[in-house]
């Protein structure tokens, strides 16, 4: 049973670039969460969605930054017009649902590594 | 706004040590809490939470926490280290309020055991 899986593991862009990256959940899990580890900092949550709908997105930055959980395929991150400071290992998660958080585990994907040149 | 904090940034012990990382969050009210590992080169692992009942929680291999409300304390223990837990590790907090998977994490104790 594949785990989260994200793409790519190590992203490169230029200043002012677009960066998407992937997450498949794990089988089964319906919710997928993005989170975003700077350097020396802890993992700050930035969004949480189901299939087609965003739940939560109070981490995200207000501009530049869109995710999405499409009916079909992976969810994607995607960082617009990248500036330095995006540069940070970007982690995704998935949980199996339930309207409250009843004790589900989330799971955490390898993470994917952004750096801006 | 809430907070978790990990009170060692490095904490480097010899194999058959005992095992103690401090973590405090801000929040008085109701809380999950949660302790991750990292391996090197690996994904974030649960390695045990709470939710409600007995304060004291069992996690895999051998990790236990123990949940003091009076001290907004969750702090991970484990009797005698090995090599192989070597790692970094996540203390993390559900959000008060917030939605599943909004968890606030405090930013991590890397442990080094020594042969």
């Known amino acids: 049973n594949a785990g989260v899986m994200q793409n790519p593991r190590h992203l490169v862009r230029r200043r002012g670039q677009e960066a998407r990256l992937r997450c498949s959940p794990m089988?089964?899990?319906?919710?997928v969460y993005w989170y975003r580890q700077l350097p020396e900092e802890g993992l700050k949550f930035m969004v949480y969605?189901?299939?087609?709908?965003?739940?939560?997105e109070s981490g995200m930055p207000k501009e530049r930054f869109s995710a999405e959980f499409p009916k079909e395929g992976p969810s994607i991150l995607r960082i617009q017009q990248v500036v330095r400071g995006d540069s940070a290992a970007y982690f995704c998660?998935?949980?199996?649902?339930?309207?409250?958080?009843?004790?589900?585990?989330?799971?955490f994907g390898e993470g994917s590594w952004l750096t801006v040149v | 706004a809430q907070s978790v904090s990990q009170h060692n940034h490095h904490v480097i012990l010899s194999e058959a040590a005992s095992l103690e990382l401090g973590c405090n969050y801000s929040?008085?009210?109701?809380?999950?809490l949660f302790w991750y590992v990292q391996y090197p080169g690996q994904h974030l692992q649960l390695l045990l939470k709470?939710?409600?009942?007995?304060?004291l929680v069992k996690g895999i291999k051998g990790f236990e926490a123990e949940f003091i409300k009076s001290k907004f304390s969750f702090n991970l223990r484990k009797p005698s280290v090995q090599w192989s837990d070597t790692a970094e590790y996540f203390c993390a907090v559900n959000a008060p309020g917030g939605s599943q998977g909004n968890l606030i994490f405090g930013k991590g104790t890397k442990l080094s055991v020594k042969p």
């Open positions: 089988k089964g899990h319906s919710h």
């Open positions: 969605l189901q299939k087609e709908n965003i739940i939560d």
């Open positions: 709470y939710f409600s009942g007995d304060p």
């Open positions: 929040y008085g009210g109701t809380v999950n």
């Open positions: 998660a998935s949980s199996p649902g339930g309207r409250r958080f009843s004790g589900n585990t989330i799971y």
